[in-house]
């Protein structure tokens, strides 16, 4: 037999649903999936809800037509990252939500549980993101030594992300430095003699490409989210356009190498 919770405070309910849209779309979900899990969960405490999600902001309503209860409640999103073993958690939290299983109080351990879940340990990104990487310039039939180096350049590349964003600059400050380390270290050894390097400096800028941010805008504005799909896009653009003055600014310093 479920648990069927008694009726909750509004107040309550809205402030949930607020840190659930904020906590989903900081994490990489989709504003088409954040308005699945509001409307699962608001349902099930008898609530309707209205929402308008911004880039920088959310709107939520509730209301209750049976007694005209109406709450608004208006949150920022404080930054964005992929972690989508938070989107993950959340929708099976729904899903036990809407089913009855839970009351309010464990609902909200849950919840702390949730916000507190870490995402794969840095070693674990740079190893496997440089992986990637050097496979990419696998593509581009890359000898085994622009593999290595192209491995090295995403690692470093990754390193020095890493620094910025821990010394809170300015995101695409950040891609930016990433970008002109990656190519850095491929020109580095372009000019220590490496003869071939042209699959080597084509890929190792690839693992800044924000796909997440492209995806997610692409979707929102197929489903009608226009608003945010757009931001999202133009997040995405800004961010390939700062990648690319990272990688013009240490071609320019280290020279170009090419020959005709």
């Given amino acids: 037999m479920t ?5 909750q405070n509004i107040k309550l309910v809205g402030a949930l649903l607020t840190d659930i849209a904020v906590l989903l779309l900081s994490n990489g979900a989709n504003s088409t999936r954040t308005s699945r899990n509001l409307h699962r969960i608001a349902a099930h405490f008898g609530y309707g809800v209205e929402h308008f999600f911004s880039h920088s902001a959310i709107v939520i309503t509730l209301h209750n037509t049976s007694d005209g209860d109406i709450f608004t409640k208006t949150r920022s999103i404080p930054h964005y990252a992929v972690n989508y073993s938070i989107v993950s958690e959340i929708s099976i939290l729904s899903w036990k939500i809407a089913d009855g299983k839970l009351s309010f109080s464990e609902i909200e351990s849950e919840m702390r549980r949730i916000q507190n879940i870490k995402s794969y340990p840095e070693w674990v990104k740079i190893l496997f993101v440089s992986f990637a990487t050097a496979a990419l310039s696998k593509m581009f039939d890359a000898t085994p030594l622009e593999f290595l180096v192209c491995f090295l350049a995403a690692a470093l590349g990754f390193l020095g992300r890493l620094l910025f964003i821990k010394k809170k600059f300015n995101v695409y400050i950040c891609f ?4 002109f380390v990656s190519t850095s270290v491929v020109n580095v050894f372009r000019i ?12 190792c800028v690839l693992w800044l490409i924000p796909g997440v941010p492209l995806i997610n805008g692409f979707l929102d504005i197929v489903s009608g989210h226009i608003i945010n799909g757009w931001a999202k896009v133009a997040m995405g653009f800004m961010l390939v356009f700062m990648i690319a003055v990272g990688f013009y600014i240490s071609l320019f310093m280290f020279g170009y190498g090419y020959t005709v």
């Fill in 3 to 7: 648990y069927q919770p008694e009726k």
């Fill in 176 to 179: 930016l430095v990433g970008a």
């Fill in 192 to 203: 220590l003699g490496m003869q071939d390097f042209h699959a080597a400096l084509t890929a």
